[in-house]
């Protein structure tokens, strides 16, 4: 199995180290032998040799610590950068979460919104008029009076008829009298031609119910019902 090429190189200067170190004490034992042999002053080269040999080993035990020590700062220095690279990731990958949560959060509010919107809009055609609803016919008096009780017979409810009410006294003032000059138009309703009446009975230019039964068959097959005739005279000024 081979070594990391950093533990390796590492591994081998150090064998090198100890390899200088064995190699110098070698060579300088051998001076040694070679100066008793010669027959030189045993004692002086004795202690210049164990010097020289102590120095190698000094210069040695240096170098390789002064490598140890650059080693250990390229090992600091990479394990720093990787550190720094892993707070950027995960810095980076915090900053995408927020974005995510904060559109999510975004279109969540904007769906509300819409759902709201959409309920808003149920309620207002569900019910159109939001004013007081009269708890029976009888709070009226007249023709409007005829007319409410004829809306119920025609199936409509009560809560129908603020919004017939509205309509028809901006169209005649509840008038089965009221002619328009300038249109044409003739009764309650305000029928064009007013002769248009006479399929409900001949007498429609008089009986306020025969222009009210007309008015609400007319309403019902062109609005559904008087809200929604209503609604139209608003939004049109006529219906």
């Known amino acids: 199995m081979s070594l990391p090429p950093t533990k390796g190189n590492f591994v081998s200067r150090l064998w090198s180290r100890f390899g200088a170190r064995t190699a110098a004490v070698a060579l300088l034992s051998v001076g040694v032998a070679g100066g008793?042999?010669?027959g030189e002053d045993r004692q002086t080269q004795q202690q210049g040799l164990t010097a020289q040999v102590g120095l190698e080993v000094d210069r040695t035990e240096y170098a390789y610590q002064r490598d140890r020590q650059a080693e250990h700062r390229v090992t600091t220095s990479r394990q720093r950068a990787a550190e720094y690279q892993a707070k950027l990731r995960a810095a980076a990958a915090a900053k995408e979460a927020?974005?995510?949560a904060k559109q999510a959060e975004a279109a969540a509010a904007n769906r509300k919104k819409e759902r709201d919107a959409a309920e808003a809009e149920a309620k207002a055609k569900a019910k159109p008029y939001d004013g007081p609803i009269p708890?029976?016919?009888e709070?009226?008096?007249g023709n409007r009076k005829i007319g409410?009780?004829?809306?119920?017979d025609e199936g409509f409810g009560i809560d129908q008829f603020p919004c017939?009410?509205?309509l028809w006294t901006k169209e005649s003032g509840w008038n089965h009298?009221?002619?328009?000059?300038g249109s044409g138009a003739y009764g309650i309703p305000q029928a064009l031609p007013g002769s248009k009446m006479g399929s409900v009975a001949d007498d429609w230019k008089t009986n306020p119910a025969t222009q009210i039964k007309w008015g609400l068959g007319y309403i019902e097959g062109r609005y559904d019902n008087p809200c929604g005739?209503?609604?139209?005279?608003?939004s049109s000024g006529w219906y």
Do not use: G, P, V
């Open 229 to 234: 005739a209503w609604q139209k005279s608003q």
């Open 36 to 38: 008793f042999y010669l």
């Open 139 to 141: 709070e009226f008096s």
């Open 148 to 152: 409410c009780a004829i809306m119920l």
């Open 98 to 100: 927020a974005e995510r």
């Open 177 to 181: 009298k009221a002619y328009n000059a």
């Open 135 to 137: 708890a029976s016919c």
């Open 164 to 166: 017939l009410d509205k």
